[in-house]
């Protein structure tokens, strides 16, 4: 028992120096290249270790690869197709929001649902919103994919794993299709992004939805409302971490500092989300909230630094009370009373 506790704790470190390897690099160099949406590279490698204690085998990660820009291409004909017509557009994307949460709610699709649920939310909202960025859109989801493709790899190849385990495999965690909460999660995500379409704000089209997202895939750990808020103030302590970074950065800005600084948050964010546990999914999260922030900061995005990291943070707070508030409201109450109760 000793020694299976042992072996978890040493796998645990192996994943969250993967990531935090993968993700520090990644950001440093996507800064480095100019790259308009620098975190988003880091925020796929993060989400492909974090699945799984072994790189992907290649046929599996073309299929994400593919499942990813195959909804980016089709999020991109969708937003220059329906764009100015708002009742269908909303129609055919609530719908593909709809099959994500219903994948979710199954425990099936990995990591996989989450970057479709992102490139679903990006690709639309920056589409309408910024018009000199739609044409890239595609090319930036491209990057992004391939990087964060490479980053796992590499992080796999200066941290393997270890050929001979004595740790069976983490079970998949099956559950029945819950239609009725993937229901509920679709209109308050879709609320959201309807939110932030009227609002004319990139920083606010990039943080609120992505965080909304974040939140209800994490939501099923919650037991109870003291769980649910810990879990608002956890995901609230990525966007202070941010914040904190960027001051630290202020004081000198270039590259190493950069590389160092994302280092040590995802080292301490990132060990958490690699563990075998239901706390896991919260802290991953965290780092979430901390790389939209944090990568908004440094990005050359246009809009992006007319605001403070304290009106940041209150988009994010506000995002996480306003998913809670209405999956409080509209979760079914049969099926969910053991999930979350108020």
Same mark, same amino acid.
């Given at each position: ?31 480095y290249?100019?790259?308009i ?19 992907m ?5 073309i299929?994400?690869a593919m ?17 100015d ?40 909202l920056?589409?309408?919103?910024n ?15 391939l ?10 190849a ?14 998949t ?10 229901l ?12 932030c379409?009227?609002?004319? +704000? $990139?920083?606010?089209a990039? &943080? *609120?939805?992505?965080? /909304?997202?974040? #939140?209800? @895939?994490?939501?099923?750990? %919650?037991? !109870? ?16 971490l ?5 001051a ?5 800005? +270039? $590259?190493?500092?950069?590389? &160092? *600084?994302?280092?040590? /948050?995802?080292? #301490?964010? @990132?060990?958490?989300?690699? %563990?075998? !546990? ?39 707070a ?5 998913a ?5 409201i509209?979760?079914p ?10």
């Amino acid at each position: 028992m000793s020694a299976d506790r042992d072996l978890f704790v040493e796998e645990q470190k192996r994943k969250g120096l993967r990531v935090a390897f993968a993700v520090s690099i990644g950001f440093t160099f996507a800064v480095y290249a100019g790259a308009i949406v620098p975190f988003l590279g880091p925020l796929f490698a993060a989400q492909f270790l974090l699945g799984s204690s072994r790189p992907m085998p290649l046929a599996k990660t073309i299929g994400a690869a593919m499942v990813v820009l195959i909804a980016g291409t089709a999020m991109m004909v969708l937003t220059n197709v329906l764009g100015d017509r708002p009742a269908p557009f909303l129609l055919i994307l609530g719908l593909t929001y709809f099959v994500c949460f219903a994948a979710q709610s199954t425990g099936k699709g990995g990591a996989a649902v989450f970057l479709v649920l992102v490139v679903s939310i990006i690709v639309p909202l920056l589409g309408i919103l910024n018009r000199e960025l739609a044409n890239s859109i595609l090319s930036i989801l491209v990057v992004a994919v391939l990087s964060g493709t490479v980053l796992m790899w590499l992080a796999h190849a200066v941290f393997p794993e270890p050929f001979s385990r004595n740790v069976e495999a983490t079970p998949t965690d099956e559950r029945p299709l819950a239609l009725g909460r993937a229901l509920a999660n679709t209109v308050i995500l879709l609320g959201s992004v309807v939110i932030c379409l009227t609002s004319d +704000n $990139l920083t606010v089209a990039v &943080v *609120i939805p992505i965080t /909304v997202a974040s #939140l209800l @895939g994490q939501l099923d750990v %919650a037991a !109870s409302a003291r769980a649910a808020i810990g879990l608002v103030l956890v995901n609230l302590f990525g966007g202070v971490l941010a914040s904190v970074a960027y001051a630290a950065l202020s004081l000198r800005p +270039n $590259l190493f500092s950069i590389f &160092v *600084i994302v280092l040590v /948050v995802v080292l #301490l964010i @990132g060990g958490r989300a690699a %563990a075998r !546990s239901k706390d896991a999914p919260v802290f991953a999260g965290a780092l979430t909230t901390f790389l939209i922030l944090f990568g908004l900061g440094v990005s050359p995005l246009p809009g992006s630094a007319a605001e403070s990291f304290a009106t940041r943070i209150v988009y994010v707070a506000a995002a996480l009370i306003y998913a809670l508030l209405f999956a409080v409201i509209l979760w079914p109450r049969a099926a969910e009373t053991k999930r979350i109760s108020v």
